[in-house]
């Protein structure tokens, strides 16, 4: 195997490699010397500001500018620092740059330097300044931590979602702080999260949760008076501590192992001291950079000038004036292939592809030696593959796979061969420098396509982000690529408001899940509004295009969507906004144009606003509304004047609308209220709102008969039902005689069956006997039978020689009567015998 391919190795406890991304093409006034930097991690953005505790010739501005590099050192943004104190600087997980002030305030930016928003860490804070901050991952996303100038420390878990917690405070509270650190640990579920502060010799352990901070007693052989730096690994369970004379102690977060002690040679602090995955620690002291592993190893690097270190969670990236480079651990599967002499089955089968290309029959010998074991040189060789930076690397493995692959049938290892090779080209794509996203393979797996996707998204890189959507075949990864590109197009200025709403049309308009409204709304954000009303167009869902045009104060068109929608909800709301909004004169003169529109509002009106109801009838000139208007006024009102007041203006209206029989019956109307008013006068009880019906059976009630009976002449009340409230009025009253009476002044229009009904309801069958003769024939037998005269009912039923009545009969009459049993049964008896 070629020594170059291993040539940028070195060797700690295992191999590492180091090797250059980018050359940098800075464009800053000043060095990396005198700046602050901070890298996102994921190959993200890099922020630099000048340390304003360096003295330094001030050549643009008095006030700070953060500036904002990809990794190639191409300028994406300047932010002009007018706030408070910068303490701090560092990035969520969604590239959003978080700037830390000494009161306690965090203003988030994207990369583009524009503001998103700011949150404060409380009132304590803000009264005893920020001291120190740093920005940790945990399995909540990224949290911050502060400690104040009175040594109180503050934890935000997830900075998405700001809840201020503290932990406990430390002994001896005001003695100063050396070094610290915040040590997260665990899943998502079970996550640890708390601080390392080192006061001294002395390391406490303060962890949410907790009541009070524990002391812990790491076992350092070498003497030493204070901790200067203390930092853990990024998956929390180791941590490595620098000493003020210049050992670096290397053991397990619980302090209860230890790797190594390493004599670095250095006594001061170093500028930067960091992890390299899990299994190195990567120190800066001026221009040499240190590699430490956990066997007592060391590799050292000079440098020419300044440079910053980016830990990731596999590697750190060095970035220096000149170059940007990735030191990491030499994955497994790449060791076994690649380091020289190796006699692994993949590499045999890599150097098997390279005869069969040179056409030489050595590639047989070589496929003869791995066969046994050529499955498992394949998976090596596409793994391999994966972790390589190099183009021509890559394709030396993947030629090399495929080779191995033919002599050879497992559809899961194509599949296998078939998605890394799409993943090299997408990693290909992003590290390339127009796009400068320096991504591992486990960083790519780490963050998901769904972010990766995002991130391009977040660079408005959407044209690559929309081949690598389809590329991958991501559902909906269309959608939320033009989605967002569109959201992007609505804010640039100078595109006129047709082009860019009919460019925007085109381009979106086979693609599902697009919310032309969200799009819209963006463009109103930019005070936009023509271009927003302009895509609204292209929306299709009426309750998300409704309540924008509401929004852009385009009530007209709205209630057309609206009534053309169908959706009476929606013509609602729509509705009584404009309502609120417009004036009365302008609000009717609208609704008159859609029809729908209008009977709703008719509709909502009759139940909430009567007033506004007869306004809109008037102007209509619709005057059998604005009728029904003033009787339901009459309905509802208990003062005769105002009833009457009412009726003889509904009684108008009907004349306007030359309805006679309206006219009629609001006259009667009017009329039988005077009457009612003048005996509510009378008899000191309420009568005004009773109908006809209830007026004369309260006079029936109060007995008077005379007053009743003109009332029912005057107004042509029914006479059966005048019969009918007589009845129930007297049996009611308990006055048979009287019944008995009013049944003989004339022949009942009711009949005789009312007055059997009204006798057995009280429990008067011997009243009700009166009556029984004079019942109509075919339901004589019946009404005999209901009031419980057996007998009489059988001898009913037997002079109308009906054998089934007297079946009935018998039917009904109690089994106990055995006496009327013998009669009814002897009537049928001689009905048969007569037949």
């Known amino acids: 195997m070629s020594a170059l391919l291993t040539a940028d190795w070195f060797q700690l406890d295992s191999y590492y490699r180091k090797f250059d991304l980018y050359t940098m093409v800075w464009s800053m006034d000043e060095g990396l010397g005198n700046m602050i930097v901070s890298g996102a991690p994921y190959g993200g953005p890099i922020a630099v500001v000048r340390d304003r505790k360096q003295f330094a010739r001030i050549t643009t501005t008095a006030k700070p500018v953060i500036t904002i590099y990809n990794c190639v050192g191409n300028i994406m943004s300047k932010i002009l620092w007018n706030n408070g104190v910068l303490i701090h600087m560092g990035w969520s997980d969604g590239e959003q740059l978080l700037c830390i002030q000494e009161s306690g305030d965090v203003l988030i930016y994207d990369m583009f330097g524009a503001y998103q928003k700011t949150f404060s860490l409380g009132q304590e804070v803000r009264d005893t300044k920020v001291w120190k901050a740093q920005l940790f991952p945990n399995p909540h996303g990224i949290g911050l931590a502060v400690i104040t100038t009175t040594n109180r420390m503050f934890l935000v878990s997830n900075v998405s979602d700001p809840k201020i917690r503290s932990v406990p405070d430390l002994p001896r509270a005001n003695e100063p702080i050396s070094s610290w650190c915040v040590l997260s640990s665990g899943q998502r579920s079970s996550s640890v999260i708390g601080f390392l502060v080192c006061r001294d010799k002395e390391i406490y352990k303060c962890q949410l949760g907790e009541s009070r901070a524990v002391l812990m007693r790491p076992e350092i052989q070498n003497p030493y008076t204070q901790i200067v730096s203390i930092v853990p690994s990024q998956n929390g369970r180791h941590v490595a501590l620098f000493t003020d004379s210049g050992f670096l102690w290397i053991g397990s977060s619980n302090f209860k192992s230890k790797y190594c002690e390493i004599d670095t040679g250095y006594i001061k602090q170093p500028k930067e001291l960091v992890w390299c995955g899990s299994q190195a620690i990567v120190g800066h002291w001026d221009d040499m950079m240190c590699i430490y592993g956990f066997n007592d190893t060391v ?226 954000e930019k005070g936009r509004k023509a271009l927003a009303i302009k895509i609204l167009e292209y929306e299709t869902h009426s309750k998300l295009q409704v309540p924008l045009l509401l929004t852009l104060g385009e009530g007209p068109t709205a209630l ?80 005769p004047g105002s009833v009457e007041a009412s009726l003889i203006s509904a009684r108008e209206c009907y004349k306007k609308g030359k309805n006679d029989l309206g006219v009629s019956i609001c006259e009667d109307a009017r009329k039988l209220c005077k009457q009612q008013s003048s005996l509510q006068e009378t008899y000191g009880e309420s009568f005004v709102g009773l109908s006809l019906h209830d007026t004369v059976k309260k006079l029936l009630d109060q007995g008077e008969v005379k007053l009743a009976d003109k009332l029912r002449c005057e107004y042509k009340m029914p006479e059966r039902r005048y019969w009918w409230l007589r009845i129930l009025t007297l049996a009611e009253k308990d006055d048979w005689a009287e019944l008995d009476r009013f049944s003989k002044s004339k022949k009942s229009p009711v009949g005789y069956e009312p007055f059997v009904d009204a006798c057995l309801k009280y429990n008067k069958n011997d009243e009700a006997l009166k009556y029984l003769p004079r019942c109509r024939d075919d339901i004589k037998v019946k009404y005999y039978v209901k009031a419980g005269f057996y007998e009489e009912a059988a001898r009913v039923a037997f002079e109308q020689k009906d054998k089934s009545a007297l079946f009935f009969v018998q039917s009904k009459c109690p089994i106990r009567e055995s006496s009327q049993h013998a009669k009814i049964s002897a009537l049928l008896e001689q009905l048969n015998t007569k037949k």
């Open 560 to 639: 057309r969507k609206a009534t053309a929608s169908g959706d009476t909800d929606l013509v609602y709301i729509v509705l009584l906004h404009l309502k609120e909004k417009m004036g009365k004169h302008e609000f009717e003169l609208t609704i008159r144009s859609f029809p729908l529109a209008q009977a709703l509002y008719i509709k909502y009106c009759a139940s909430h606003n009567r007033e506004a109801l007869r306004k809109v009838f008037v102007q209509e000139d619709n005057f059998s509304g604005q009728a029904a208007t003033h009787i339901r006024d009459a309905i509802e009102q208990t003062n």
């Open 299 to 524: 590799v050292s690097y000079p440098y020419d000038g300044p440079f910053h270190i980016i830990p990731e969670m596999d590697c750190v990236r060095v970035i220096s004036e000149m170059t940007h480079e990735l030191i990491q651990k030499v994955p497994v599967v790449v060791d076994k292939i690649l380091r020289i002499n190796s006699t692994a089955p993949g590499s045999y089968l890599v150097e098997a592809s390279k005869q069969f290309q040179k056409r030489s029959h050595r590639a047989d010998e070589y496929i003869r030696l791995v066969k046994p074991d050529l499955a498992a040189a394949v998976q090596d060789c596409i793994d391999a593959a994966a972790y390589e930076f190099s183009p021509e690397v890559q394709k030396m493995l993947i030629r090399a796979a495929q080779f191995g692959k033919g002599f050879i049938l497992d559809p899961v290892l194509t599949e296998h061969y078939v998605k890394t090779c799409r993943w090299l080209r997408v990693l290909n794509a992003i590290r390339d420098p127009k796009v400068a996203i320096p991504l591992t393979f486990l960083q790519v797996q780490n963050l998901g396509e769904r972010i990766l996707l995002d991130r391009l998204i977040w660079r408005r890189l959407h044209c690559l982000a929309g081949h690598i959507a389809s590329y991958l075949q991501l559902k909906d990864g269309q959608t939320r690529v033009l989605s967002h590109w569109a959201c992007y197009k609505v804010t640039q200025p100078h595109l006129d408001n047709e082009s860019a709403a009919r460019e925007i049309g085109d381009k979106l308009r086979n693609i599902p899940g697009i919310s032309y409204a969200t799009i819209a709304m963006k463009a109103a």
